[in-house]
């Protein structure tokens, strides 16, 4: 039985994940943290602080916020446990420190977990690949009211993988609503929308001269990324060590 431990319980993604572990056999949670340890009745014991929890655990899922990542890194070198990280929000020092956590323990990082976002990625870097040249590229996220970072990490993952292929030749503008100026060929231009209950979605434009391609992912529940990172921890209990994503999970299944 693979024990896990989730990191920010309470949230949204907390309790669908719970939902989604209860249903599997191979796997039970046996704590959660949460900085609102009361906010539900859950079937395991939460504590304010990782710390706290003084027993075994094989994997810890954390959906929270960036401000818990120092703590959540200490806690897995410390006890020598594997981390599925899905928050969002992350600072590039943040990136650098999950970096160098990831030379201890084995880390699995991704702001997506579904399986059709990572699908998307591998369409768009074809895409770009072809249509760079002469096409303009735009992304546009929509997520529910309750998000608190903005544009979307997924957003952001997909214009780095973009950029990548087009060796960093990209510039990132995020709205252009205080650019008085027309739109340069280096850009990718990132908007974000925030309304109701969007679980989430993904938009990217290849607008060219008289023709336009757009590749658009919609997630319809939060299951899929609870479910994702079910099978990110799965896949990362018996590494050593290294920083992990999806492309390595969708390459061995
Ligand atoms: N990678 C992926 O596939 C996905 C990532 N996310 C990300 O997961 C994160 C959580 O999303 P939601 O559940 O919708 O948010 P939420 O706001 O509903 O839940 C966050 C939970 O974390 C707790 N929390 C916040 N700061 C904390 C701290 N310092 N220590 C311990 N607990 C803390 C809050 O009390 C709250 O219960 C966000 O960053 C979101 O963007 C969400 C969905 C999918
Ligand atoms: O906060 C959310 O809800 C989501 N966050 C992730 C992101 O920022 O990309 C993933 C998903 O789109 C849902």
Redesign the pocket.
Known sequence: MIKVII??????????LSEQIEQCEDMKVVAG????PD?FKNNYPVY???FEFREEADVII???????LP?LLDYGIEKKIPLV?????FSSKDIKDMEAASEKIPIFY?????LG?NVLVNLVKKAANVLADSFDIEIIEK??N????AP???AYMIANKINEELDNSKEYVFGRYTKKDRRRKNEIGIHAVRGGTIV?EHSIIFAGSNEVIEIKHS?QS?K???N??IKAARFIIDKNKGLFDMEDLMNIE
């Open positions: 990191n920010g319980c309470n949230g949204k993604m907390g309790q669908v943290i949460d900085r609102s906010k304010k602080d990782i954390d959906f929270s916020n960036p401000y818990y703590g990280i899905a928050t969002t929000g991704s702001a997506n977990m579904s976002i997520h529910h309750k998000k608190i970072d979307s990490g997924t989430g997630a939060k899929i990324f609870a994702g990172s």
